[in-house]
Nanobody
Framework: QVQVVESGGGLVQTGGSLRLSCTVT????????MGWFRQAPGKEREGVSC????????DYLDSVKGRFTMSKDDAKNTVYLEMNNLKPEDTATYYC??????????????????????WGKGILVTVSS
């Protein structure tokens, strides 16, 4: 049984930092591609960042480029999203997604949520102004 568990969310002031973690069990993690997605109240879910299985390809939503960094640690079955210089518009529930469809995820620039096979339950990030 595959489990996807996010952690590290919370409340932070504008300009602050948070690191989200996503640990996956129940599959051979090193062969899977990963994405971070978010959904703000009243808005559609959007792809924030994604990384392919061997960490050669990483991409980001334009609005977070230069502020967010995604990484993959196969030894720990975990991906991270380091978020710096947070803004109120980053407030959302953040979800971790797992897919074996590298092409769909990377070519869509992390927006191909139809490719995601396994989802975490999400974790709330709130940035106060």
């Amino acid at each position: 049984q595959v489990q996807v568990v996010e952690s590290g969310g919370g409340l932070v002031q504008t300009g602050g930092s948070l690191r989200l973690s996503c640990t996956v069990t129940g599959l051979n993690f090193k062969y899977y591609n990963m994405g971070w997605f978010r959904q703000a109240p009243g808005k559609e879910r959007e792809g924030v960042s994604c990384i392919n299985w061997n960490s050669v390809h990483t991409d980001y939503l334009d609005s977070v480029k230069g502020r967010f960094t995604m990484s993959k640690d196969d030894a720990k079955n975990t991906v991270y999203l380091e978020m710096n210089n947070l803004k109120p518009e980053d407030t959302a529930t953040y979800y971790c997604g797992v897919t074996d469809n590298e092409t769909r995820l990377i070519r869509s620039r992390c927006q191909g949520m139809d490719a995601v096979t396994y989802w975490g339950k999400g974790i709330l990030v709130t940035v106060s102004s």
